[in-house]
């Protein structure tokens, strides 16, 4: 058997989520901080025949793995951007919530690109892996990166900031998939309030630092209203006295940003058994790019 490559590919939470208003293509125009956070589903990937792309998924049916799945999406973007079709034998080991709000998908679409890539030893340059990224979705820039980023359009013109400290994040995830295109079709469709940059102060003068009273998700509002179990885990985490809490994203995940790993640990205690919980720490840049390494675990240097 051949070497193998594996990617490990963090989850973000959105720290703020501002709708700014509606483009004439339909999409939502977003002004959004995404921050990665230290949940991560792996790729594994082996050179397989020439137009060969098998995947498998643990847990088994946790996503789809046919032709919809962003893993085969993103091979065959790589197969059209270099006119041939090298084969790969893909496992992906899935632990970030699906339709949780937490951008699995995108994440693995990102890992997806950067893992073929040097599988398939194609040396693409970033400029070509960020369109390509773009074109599977509107976060999937973010993921090649990581971090803290500033996200504008549909969430896909990434601006990366300074590392924040490691807050330490607790993650509440309810059992229900919440559909994006579902939350954004039961938005008020205007007025737009204006646009408001007391959060981005500390940012944009350099600082690593957010105005968390500031902070907010505008989706958040129709999400707990038309998925209950999502305001009721928004609940339960507000009573634990974070520093700030949203849902992330969409939905389903809610989190509270607490200012240590070990406080959120704390603050988990006796939530077990109600709701899936994660308590993870968030990641700068350094931590959070997606890295591919040998199978064998022997260092492969950073894409
Ligand atoms: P979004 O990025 O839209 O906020 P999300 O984080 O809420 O998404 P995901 O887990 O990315 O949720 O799933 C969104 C949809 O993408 C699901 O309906 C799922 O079927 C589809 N999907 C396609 N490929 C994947 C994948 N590799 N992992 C998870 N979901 C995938």
Same mark, same amino acid.
């Given at each position: 058997m051949p070497d193998g490559l594996i990617v490990r590919v963090p989850a973000k939470i959105n720290l703020h989520l501002e709708v700014v208003g509606r483009r004439s293509d339909g999409y939502?125009?977003?002004?959004?901080?995404f921050q990665s956070v230290d949940l991560r589903d792996t790729l594994w990937g082996w050179p397989a025949e020439e137009?060969?792309?098998?995947?498998?998924?643990?847990p088994e049916g946790s996503v789809g793995s046919g032709s919809d799945n962003l893993i085969v999406r993103?091979?065959?973007?790589?197969w059209r951007e270099i006119g041939r079709r090298p084969g790969a034998r893909l496992k992906l080991e899935k632990r970030i919530p699906v339709g949780g709000g937490m951008g699995g998908g995108s994440a693995d679409a990102a890992g997806a690109l950067i893992l073929l890539d040097r599988l398939w030893s194609l040396d693409?340059?970033? +400029?070509? @892996?960020?369109?390509l990224a773009a074109e599977l979705g509107s976060d999937v820039p973010f993921f090649l990166h990581g971090g803290l980023g500033f996200g504008v359009g549909r969430g896909e013109e990434v601006l990366p900031l300074d590392d924040l400290p490691p807050f330490g994040v607790l993650l509440l995830v309810p059992p229900v998939e919440?559909?994006?295109?579902?939350?954004? +079709?039961? @938005?008020?469709?205007?007025?737009?309030k204006r646009q408001d940059d007391r959060v981005y102060a500390g940012i944009t003068d350099g600082t690593p630092a957010i105005e968390w009273s500031a902070a907010?998700?505008?989706?958040?509002?129709?999400v707990c209203e038309g998925w209950p179990l999502v305001g009721e885990a928004l609940e339960c985490v507000k009573r634990l006295g974070p520093v700030f809490s949203t849902v992330s994203g969409s939905g389903a995940t809610v989190f509270g940003v607490f200012d240590s790993v070990d406080m959120a640990a704390q603050a988990a205690v006796?939530?077990?058994?109600?709701?899936r919980i994660e308590v993870v720490r968030m990641l700068g840049r350094t931590g959070a790019r997606p890295e591919v390494v040998l199978e064998n675990r022997r260092e492969c240097g950073n894409n």
């Open positions: 939502h125009e977003l002004r959004t901080l137009g060969r792309l098998d995947l498998e998924i643990e993103a091979a065959r973007a790589l693409l340059l970033p +400029s070509d @892996l960020c369109r919440v559909s994006t295109a579902e939350v954004f +079709s039961r @938005l008020q469709p205007g007025p737009w907010f998700n505008d989706l958040e509002r129709v006796g939530l077990e058994g109600q709701w």
